[in-house]
């Protein structure tokens, strides 16, 4: 008989049931070390897809030079395929573009959002001072989502994973929303 088969034999052969009552002590702690992990590696990947939904939505909106309602619907609803296949509902997507006056200080020029509440043109916005150019313009995207975890081993409470990113328009000084742009030459 080969030499790994013996300690197979040995443990069916066993009676004194040893082996059985540590997996029983063992089994529990083993479980829930599992179904933390589950939960902890779904919440890291969506997390992952949300700074990719955030890139792609800066990433977009900057190519523009004028975004008309139904691109904006279109560029909003792209997170959407991005979260795939976890559900886009718990997802709030903002991106507005950020004057920045010749003094420094930084408002809403523009602003729309998908599942929460678009910024409030002229609502004032703390920019990175590195990236406070006077007399420029910045699109600034957000995007956040509520994990609900499926087991509640890794925790119990819903968790808020989001990223936001600033980049500069493409194209021109700045991106024109017609729908929100109020004077006939905002840049």
Do not use: H
Not at 38 to 45: H, K, L, P, Y
């Amino acid at each position: 008989m080969p030499a790994r088969a013996r300690p197979y034999r040995r443990f069916i052969a066993s009676t004194r049931a040893v082996a059985a009552v540590e997996f029983a002590i063992i089994l529990p702690v083993l479980m829930v070390m599992f179904l933390g992990t589950f939960d902890a590696g779904r919440a890291i990947t969506i997390y992952l897809k949300v700074r990719t939904a955030t890139y792609t939505l800066a990433a977009v909106t900057n190519q523009y030079t004028t975004i008309q309602s139904s691109d904006m619907q279109a560029i909003l609803g792209a997170t959407s395929v991005i979260l795939t296949p976890y559900s886009s509902s718990p997802v709030v997507v903002t991106v507005s573009q950020i004057k920045i006056s010749n003094n420094g200080s930084a408002t809403v020029n523009w602003s729309a959002s998908l599942n929460g509440t678009a910024r409030s043109q002229g609502s004032s916005v703390s920019v990175p001072t590195a990236l406070a150019s006077p007399n420029s313009y910045l699109i600034f995207a957000e995007v956040s989502y509520t994990y609900t975890p499926m087991f509640g081993y890794f925790t119990k409470a819903p968790i808020t994973l989001s990223d936001n990113l600033y980049v500069t328009p493409r194209t021109s000084l700045c991106v024109l929303y017609p729908p929100q742009n109020i004077t006939a030459s905002p840049c």
